[in-house]
């Protein structure tokens, strides 16, 4: 079946601007997880949502950084006022449910630059 | 807070080399640890991982076995192939959910 499918694979906007990056996890997963990579480093967590709710979201770096998921599937990531820093790969994952038993599944990312 | 130290890469080795990429790890807790693989082009999969002290992971030949005294997970295969060649991660967490990743370690297996 179908992975996890982000959208754009690639983004570039101008400093200031608004995203917002898509996520469609794998159908029936509860969970769902976004991470930021950035040039050289590991994936970074940002926030987890279990159904619509956010979990965690204590990774986010600051307010211009949001994320909903309202129907319990879909996930958008919204970043307002970009600056050059918040360029990175941005993963998302899902997962059927949380836990220790449980494989998150990660999309290929949507690599974001800022200029 | 927890944090993953691995190998700084790149490695390069020859096809039916042996390969050892060390991982250690701080964490409150006993964590689960994972080793993830990205291979050119895809997405970050989970290769194995171990659930608590003394568990061995194993997968397509990989191994890792999940030390506590020395806070180590590393990676070992007896024979690497071409196909081996991606970039791998370390990981901690105490499930599926806000993964602790290493920086990676990128390996090249040349034929």
């Known amino acids: 079946g179908a992975g996890v499918s982000q959208t754009p694979s690639n983004k570039v906007t101008e400093k200031g601007k608004y995203v917002e990056l898509r996520c469609d996890p794998i159908s029936g997963h509860t969970a769902l997880y976004w991470y930021r990579q950035s040039l050289g480093q590991g994936p970074e967590f940002l926030i987890y949502?279990?159904?619509?709710?956010?979990?965690?979201d204590s990774g986010l770096p600051n307010d211009r950084f949001f994320a909903v998921r309202p129907e319990g599937s879909v996930s958008t990531l919204k970043i307002q006022r970009t600056e050059r820093g918040d360029s990175a790969v941005y993963l998302c994952?899902?997962?059927?449910?949380?836990?220790?038993?449980?494989?998150?599944?990660f999309g290929q990312g949507t690599r974001l630059t800022v200029v | 807070g927890d944090s993953v130290t691995q190998m700084e890469g790149p490695v390069t080795l020859s096809e039916e080399a042996f390969l050892t990429i060390n991982c250690t790890y701080t964490?409150?807790?006993?964590?689960?640890l994972f080793w993830y693989v990205q291979y050119p082009g895809e997405g970050l999969q989970l290769l194995l991982k171990?659930?608590?002290?003394?568990d061995k992971g194993s997968n397509k030949g990989f191994e890792a076995t999940y030390r506590k005294e020395t806070t180590s997970f590393h990676l070992e295969k007896g024979s690497v192939q071409v196909s081996d060649s991606a970039v791998y991660f370390c990981a901690s967490g105490s499930g599926s959910e806000k993964l602790v990743f290493g920086k990676g370690t990128k390996l090249t297996v040349n034929p």
């Open positions: 171990a659930t608590k002290a003394d």
């Open positions: 949502f279990q159904g619509t709710g956010a979990a965690d």
């Open positions: 994952a899902s997962s059927p449910n949380v836990g220790e038993n449980t494989e998150a599944f």
């Open positions: 964490a409150t807790g006993y964590p689960s």
